[in-house]
C-alpha cells in the first residue's frame, strides 16, 4: 500500500506541475498586445502583412512621411534615432500618406527612396491615409487618444511600453528635439510590462 501511496503521490504532482507549467511561464510572457498595436499593416518593401503587436513592450514612435516635403529630411534624424535607441527598445514606424499630396509614388518608389537617399532601415508601410474618414484605424485611435490627427507630414505620436499613448509632436518638432528625446529617454528607462 505505501508505495502504491508514494505512486499516487508522484502521479498526482506531475498531473498538478503539468497544468501550472504554462501558467508559470505565461507569467514570465510580455503582456499582450495592446490596443494601440492590435493593427495589421503591409510592408513598404514587399507588402507582405506585418502585425504592429510583434513591436508589444518596446516604445514606439509614430511618424507619418512623405517624400517631397519640407520635412521629408526628417527622416535622417528619425533613422539616427533609431539606431542611437533601438537596442534599448525604441522602434520608429514609418507610415508614408498621400493626404497632403507629397507622396506621389508606389510604395517600391517610396522605399527605394527612403533607403538610397536617407539610409532608413526603420520599419516603413505601405502607403495609407493618415487623416479624416479614410484614416487607418491606428490613426483614426491615435487621433481619439490624442485629441489632434495629424496636420502636416511627420506628425508623431509617442506609445510607452504598455502601448498607452504618451504625447504627440506636430510636424516642427524635429527628431533631434530635447523634449521628444526627453520623454523617448523616460520611457525606455520603465521596465517591459508583463
Same mark, same amino acid.
Given at each position: 500500500?505505501?508505495r502504491?501511496t508514494?505512486l499516487l503521490?508522484?502521479a498526482?504532482?506531475?498531473?498538478?506541475?503539468?497544468? *501550472?507549467?504554462?501558467?508559470?511561464?505565461a507569467?514570465d510572457?510580455?503582456?499582450?498586445?495592446?490596443a494601440t498595436? /492590435?493593427h495589421?499593416?503591409?510592408? *513598404?518593401?514587399?507588402?507582405?502583412p506585418?502585425?504592429?503587436c510583434q513591436?508589444?513592450g518596446k516604445? +514606439?514612435? +509614430?511618424v507619418?512621411?512623405?517624400?517631397?516635403?519640407?520635412?521629408t529630411? /526628417?527622416y535622417k534624424?528619425?533613422?539616427e534615432l533609431?539606431a542611437?535607441?533601438k537596442d534599448k527598445? *525604441?522602434v +520608429?514606424?514609418?507610415?508614408?500618406s498621400?493626404?497632403f499630396a /507629397?507622396e506621389?509614388?508606389?510604395?517600391k518608389e517610396i522605399?527605394?527612396f527612403?533607403?538610397?537617399?536617407?539610409?532608413v532601415?526603420?520599419?516603413?508601410f505601405?502607403?495609407?491615409? +493618415?487623416k479624416?474618414?479614410e484614416?487607418?484605424?491606428?490613426y483614426?485611435q491615435?487621433a /481619439?487618444l490624442s485629441?489632434?490627427?495629424?496636420?502636416w507630414?511627420?506628425?508623431?505620436y509617442?506609445?510607452g511600453?504598455?502601448?498607452?499613448?504618451v504625447d504627440?509632436y506636430?510636424s *516642427?518638432?524635429?527628431p533631434?528635439?530635447?523634449g521628444?528625446?526627453?520623454?523617448?529617454?523616460?520611457?525606455l528607462?520603465l521596465?517591459?510590462?508583463r
Amino acid at each position: 500500500m505505501n508505495r502504491l501511496t508514494r505512486l499516487l503521490s508522484t502521479a498526482t504532482a506531475l498531473a498538478a506541475w503539468l497544468l *501550472l507549467a504554462p501558467a508559470a511561464q505565461a507569467a514570465d510572457a510580455p503582456a499582450a498586445c495592446p490596443a494601440t498595436l /492590435q493593427h495589421t499593416f503591409p510592408r *513598404l518593401q514587399d507588402e507582405k502583412p506585418q502585425s504592429l503587436c510583434q513591436y508589444s513592450g518596446k516604445v +514606439v514612435l +509614430v511618424v507619418n512621411t512623405a517624400s517631397f516635403c519640407g520635412f521629408t529630411g /526628417q527622416y535622417k534624424g528619425l533613422e539616427e534615432l533609431y539606431a542611437r535607441y533601438k537596442d534599448k527598445g *525604441l522602434v +520608429v514606424l514609418g507610415f508614408p500618406s498621400n493626404d497632403f499630396a /507629397q507622396e506621389k509614388g508606389s510604395n517600391k518608389e517610396i522605399a527605394d527612396f527612403c533607403e538610397n537617399t536617407f539610409g532608413v532601415k526603420f520599419p516603413m508601410f505601405a502607403k495609407s491615409s +493618415v487623416k479624416g474618414p479614410e484614416a487607418s484605424p491606428l490613426y483614426q485611435q491615435l487621433a /481619439q487618444l490624442s485629441g489632434t490627427a495629424p496636420r502636416w507630414n511627420f506628425h508623431k505620436y509617442l506609445l510607452g511600453r504598455d502601448g498607452k499613448l504618451v504625447d504627440n509632436y506636430s510636424s *516642427l518638432t524635429g527628431p533631434d528635439n530635447k523634449g521628444l528625446v526627453r520623454a523617448i529617454e523616460q520611457q525606455l528607462a520603465l521596465p517591459t510590462p508583463r
